[in-house]
């Protein structure tokens, strides 16, 4: 299995504010995803990262808001902009690899907005 | 869209237990995964198992795919066992998008 490095680990940010969230994968890989997954909640799928195009976003996420690289195949960024409270999450990079339909997850980045 | 929904929705059990989690899913899928969810949030790969049955250890998955439902057993449970099990599934015609359910919080008590 891939190993998924994600930066930062945690932040705390001020409402106004933008934070890009950096992940790293130790091999190629054929997808990549960004996911949120809000308090108690379960996870909701931001955008599909697409290498060297812009991203296939899901109902309810802008690429206003939620604007994501991928300039290789080991290397994405989400920047969560403009931030409210309610962007309080936690922030999780998958990456499906090139032999398996297997998805593999990131150690995700707690954010908090005050 | 597809719907996912798991049960029971919470499970407290003493270790040493054996438990079922079941996971219901609203239409056709050509992808299913089982993910357990640690207490400190790393989420971490069980099966991919979009029919039929497989075995790791002390955990075993089972998809009906025509009945629209997939079991995971555990057994012997031990308290590292503790955490969010999500199950999540995506649709024909190779849709990479995993739909995700949701969750069963299991505790096991020592």
């Known amino acids: 299995s891939a190993v998924i490095s994600q930066k930062p680990s945690r932040d705390i940010c001020q409402r106004g504010t933008s934070l890009t969230i950096q992940c790293q994968v130790d091999?190629?890989?054929?997808?990549m995803f960004w996911y949120r997954q809000q308090p108690g909640q379960s996870l909701t799928l931001i955008a599909t990262?697409?290498?060297?195009?812009?991203?296939?976003?899901e109902s309810g996420f802008v690429i206003d808001k939620f604007p994501i690289s991928r300039p290789n195949l080991t290397f994405s960024t989400l920047t969560v902009s403009n931030m409210s409270p309610e962007d309080s999450s936690i922030y999780l990079c998958?990456?499906?690899?090139?032999?398996?339909?297997?998805?593999?997850f990131g150690p995700g980045t707690r954010l908090t907005v005050t | 869209g597809i719907q996912v929904e798991q049960s029971p929705p919470d499970l407290i059990l003493q270790e040493g237990a054996n438990s079922t989690l079941r996971c219901n899913f609203s239409?056709?899928?050509?992808?299913l995964q089982w993910f357990h969810q640690n207490p400190w949030g790393q989420l971490i790969n069980l099966f991919y198992?979009?029919?039929g049955t497989k075995q790791n250890g002390r955990l075993s998955a089972t998809t009906v795919a025509t009945e629209r439902y997939s079991l995971l057993y555990i057994s012997s449970s031990q308290t590292t066992d503790s955490g969010v099990y999500f199950c999540?599934?995506?649709?024909?015609?190779?849709?990479?998008?995993?739909?995700f359910g949701t969750g069963t919080r299991l505790t096991i008590i020592p």
């Open positions: 998958s990456v499906r690899g090139f032999s398996n339909y297997e998805q593999y």
């Open positions: 091999s190629q890989v054929t997808m």
């Open positions: 990262a697409n290498q060297g195009s812009e991203a296939t976003y």
């Open positions: 239409d056709s899928v050509n992808n």
């Open positions: 198992i979009p029919s």
């Open positions: 999540a599934v995506g649709g024909e015609g190779g849709n990479e998008k995993l739909t």
